[in-house]
């Protein structure tokens, strides 16, 4: 008898249901939108229910539409997007829609904790710089802005803690999610310390049992099981957050391995056997799904939406033909800029486009993203592949930053699809890249972590040697990694220039708006 498992993840816009043989291969996905809400400037929600239901229908799906037996799938295996804050009720309901990570409200609360040395306290006991849209930043804000909601909190823990307490009725959390912010991260349990630092240490009893990924299984409620077609009593093994999940499913588990997402965020990361926090302040030190390791990991904000802005704001009459003519308008892209010389004709970009400013490698809630160096010799070209340029940059600041060396990286996410962008990431980097094949990575962790913890691989190892295979390298020219060195240089002393300026910009554009809000009130 075949056997399969299905993975999830719930991404920021997006929830997948993957259905996988044993040996790794993606045999059906099933795909749902979920809206990203922002109810005031710099604000990112999702309604939890929503995102919930979504999930439901896309697990019936691959029951219905691939026409594999209930009976044969052996485990489901979960993870989903990480940080923020989904709360739930004494009676399991949500208390207000979830925050999310790319949330910007308690963007002046991190500057305060900054200016007052509670970042850095806070780090030496998590390994994690705090941002606007970590958990401990929201519930301070929720305590001091909404109290009436945060006297409702029963349970505040993250999306896929929510989905497995639908899904199954436990409530719990894992390693990853908790090590930011609230984890002791060498003894990886929590700190109360740390939530002395944010103010929040009446609110403990919110913070829910850590289970690890390795051993976080349990059952397919029989309801849920009548919506969706699944076996009753199917096995839910609960994963790391997508991150960690997609390392594990890009075969990035061991030192010497970067595995980088080029997706929504462009997030960079390495496996540790022994924590290590330097350098100081900057990134994430994440107790790894995987028993005995940890990860170091530089999460800067955005990645491909810098793209998608881009092709929206500036180049939209060239999406809107390349939809009439029926062509592949990213490889319509690519072809204008590859012959565009390192550098963009004197154009530089920095990719800080998130309303919650920047998270890696450094911490700045007001960094905006910028053209640098436009004058009348230049085209909307050299600014396309000064964007591109700009995200390779990113992740060259965010590996700078990181402890150890690396040999390759590993590459997933939608900006691993453009063969222009993985040989810049090479040659920007001077590191070998290797693409999997697939496109589910988060997913394939998700289910090779469900594999291991149901015994049916001995070890991570064994799992991954069977279900992961590479289809792609990119070797780095070492001529156009010393020209983009030069570049970095360039990009690095340019932010550090705006640095103060951001908050300048910040300060202006906020008087400006109250004062406007004023005169409405008064008209």
């Not at 043989?21 to 990112?44: A, C, F, H, M």
């Not at 963007?107 to 007052?116: M, T, V, Y």
């Not at 486009?353 to 911490?363: L, N």
């Given at each position: 008898?075949?056997?399969?498992?299905?993975?999830?993840?719930?991404?920021?816009?997006?929830?997948?249901?993957?259905?996988?043989?044993?040996?790794?291969?993606?045999?059906?996905?099933?795909?749902?939108?979920?809206?990203?809400?922002?109810?005031?400037?710099?604000?990112?929600?999702?309604?939890?229910?929503?995102?919930?239901?979504?999930?439901?229908?896309?697990?019936?799906?691959?029951?219905?539409?691939?026409?594999?037996?209930?009976?044969?799938?052996?485990?489901?295996?979960?993870?989903?997007?990480?940080?923020?804050?989904?709360?739930?009720?004494?009676?399991?309901?949500?208390?207000?829609?979830?925050?999310?990570?790319?949330?910007?409200?308690?963007?002046?609360?991190?500057?305060?904790?900054?200016?007052?040395?509670?970042?850095?306290?806070?780090?030496?006991?998590?390994?994690?710089?705090?941002?606007?849209?970590?958990?401990?930043?929201?519930l301070r804000w929720l305590k001091d802005n909404e109290p009436h909601n945060a006297s409702k909190i029963a349970y505040a823990f993250y999306c896929k803690d929510w989905l497995r307490f639908k899904l199954?009725?436990?409530?719990?959390?894992?390693?990853?999610?908790?090590?930011?912010?609230?984890?002791?991260?060498?003894?990886?349990?929590?700190?109360?310390?740390?939530?002395?630092?944010?103010?929040?240490?009446?609110?403990?009893?919110?913070?829910?049992?850590?289970?690890?990924?390795?051993?976080?299984?349990?059952?397919?409620?029989?309801?849920?099981?009548?919506?969706?077609?699944?076996?009753?009593?199917?096995?839910?093994?609960?994963?790391?957050?997508?991150?960690?999940?997609?390392?594990?499913?890009?075969?990035?588990?061991?030192?010497?391995?970067?595995?980088?997402?080029?997706?929504?965020?462009?997030?960079?990361?390495?496996?540790?056997?022994?924590?290590?926090?330097?350098?100081?302040?900057?990134?994430?030190?994440?107790?790894?799904?995987?028993?005995?390791?940890?990860?170091?990991?530089?999460?800067?904000?955005?990645?491909?939406?810098?793209?998608?802005?881009?092709?929206?704001?500036?180049?939209?009459?060239?999406?809107?033909?390349?939809?009439?003519?029926?062509?592949?308008?990213?490889?319509?892209?690519?072809?204008?800029?590859?012959?565009?010389?390192?550098?963009?004709?004197?154009?530089?970009?920095?990719?800080?486009?998130?309303?919650?400013?920047?998270?890696?490698?450094?911490?700045?809630?007001?960094?905006?993203?910028?053209?640098?160096?436009?004058?009348?010799?230049?085209?909307?070209?050299?600014?396309?592949?000064?964007?591109?340029?700009?995200?390779?940059m990113e992740m060259l600041d965010c590996y700078k930053h990181m402890p150890g060396e690396i040999t390759e990286i590993h590459l997933s996410g939608g900006g691993a699809s453009s063969d222009l962008w993985?040989?810049?990431?090479?040659?920007?980097?001077?590191?070998?890249?290797?693409?999997?094949?697939?496109?589910?990575?988060?997913?394939?962790?998700?289910?090779?972590?469900?594999?291991?913890?149901?015994?049916?691989?001995?070890?991570?190892?064994?799992?991954?040697?069977?279900?992961?295979?590479?289809?792609?390298?990119?070797?780095?020219?070492?001529?156009?990694?010393?020209?983009?060195?030069?570049?970095?240089?360039?990009?690095?002393?340019?932010?550090?220039?705006?640095?103060?300026?951001?908050?300048?910009?910040?300060?202006?554009?906020?008087?400006?708006?109250?004062?406007?809000?004023?005169?409405?009130?008064?008209?």
């Amino acid at each position: 008898m075949a056997k399969y498992l299905i993975g999830i993840d719930a991404g920021t816009s997006l929830v997948k249901s993957v259905l996988f043989d044993t040996r790794g291969n993606e045999i059906y996905v099933s795909k749902q939108k979920t809206e990203v809400l922002s109810p005031n400037p710099d604000w990112s929600e999702q309604d939890m229910n929503s995102v919930f239901i979504a999930t439901v229908r896309t697990l019936n799906d691959v029951i219905v539409s691939s026409g594999i037996s209930p009976d044969d799938i052996v485990a489901i295996g979960l993870t989903a997007q990480g940080d923020g804050c989904w709360m739930i009720d004494k009676d399991g309901n949500p208390v207000r829609n979830a925050i999310l990570w790319s949330d910007g409200r308690a963007a002046d609360l991190i500057n305060q904790w900054q200016k007052e040395g509670i970042c850095d306290k806070a780090y030496n006991i998590c390994g994690s710089s705090l941002f606007p849209g970590a958990q401990g930043a929201i519930l301070r804000w929720l305590k001091d802005n909404e109290p009436h909601n945060a006297s409702k909190i029963a349970y505040a823990f993250y999306c896929k803690d929510w989905l497995r307490f639908k899904l199954t009725g436990v409530i719990a959390t894992d390693e990853t999610d908790a090590s930011l912010p609230f984890f002791d991260i060498v003894n990886r349990t929590y700190s109360d310390e740390t939530l002395e630092y944010y103010g929040i240490k009446d609110m403990r009893k919110m913070l829910p049992e850590v289970i690890p990924a390795s051993e976080a299984i349990s059952y397919i409620k029989d309801d849920i099981a009548e919506v969706t077609g699944l076996r009753k009593g199917t096995p839910l093994v609960t994963g790391p957050f997508d991150v960690v999940s997609t390392a594990i499913g890009v075969d990035a588990i061991h030192s010497g391995i970067g595995c980088s997402i080029v997706g929504t965020t462009c997030f960079n990361e390495v496996t540790m056997d022994t924590p290590d926090i330097t350098p100081l302040n900057v990134g994430m030190t994440i107790a790894h799904g995987i028993p005995g390791k940890w990860m170091r990991a530089l999460g800067a904000m955005n990645g491909t939406p810098n793209l998608d802005w881009f092709i929206d704001q500036i180049a939209k009459a060239e999406k809107d033909a390349a939809k009439i003519l029926g062509i592949n308008l990213y490889k319509y892209f690519e072809d204008k800029v590859k012959n565009i010389p390192i550098g963009s004709n004197g154009v530089v970009y920095h990719p800080y486009i998130s309303p919650g400013g920047e998270r890696a490698p450094f911490v700045k809630p007001s960094a905006k993203a910028q053209f640098m160096g436009i004058c009348l010799n230049n085209t909307k070209y050299d600014m396309l592949r000064a964007v591109y340029e700009g995200v390779a940059m990113e992740m060259l600041d965010c590996y700078k930053h990181m402890p150890g060396e690396i040999t390759e990286i590993h590459l997933s996410g939608g900006g691993a699809s453009s063969d222009l962008w993985c040989q810049m990431f090479a040659d920007t980097t001077g590191k070998v890249i290797k693409v999997p094949a697939g496109s589910e990575f988060g997913a394939k962790g998700a289910v090779i972590n469900a594999a291991v913890a149901i015994k049916l691989f001995s070890d991570y190892d064994e799992a991954i040697s069977h279900m992961v295979r590479f289809e792609r390298l990119y070797e780095p020219d070492m001529s156009n990694h010393k020209e983009y060195e030069k570049l970095y240089n360039l990009y690095k002393t340019i932010y550090m220039t705006n640095w103060n300026m951001w908050d300048e910009l910040g300060e202006t554009m906020k008087e400006m708006q109250q004062k406007r809000m004023m005169k409405q009130l008064l008209a």
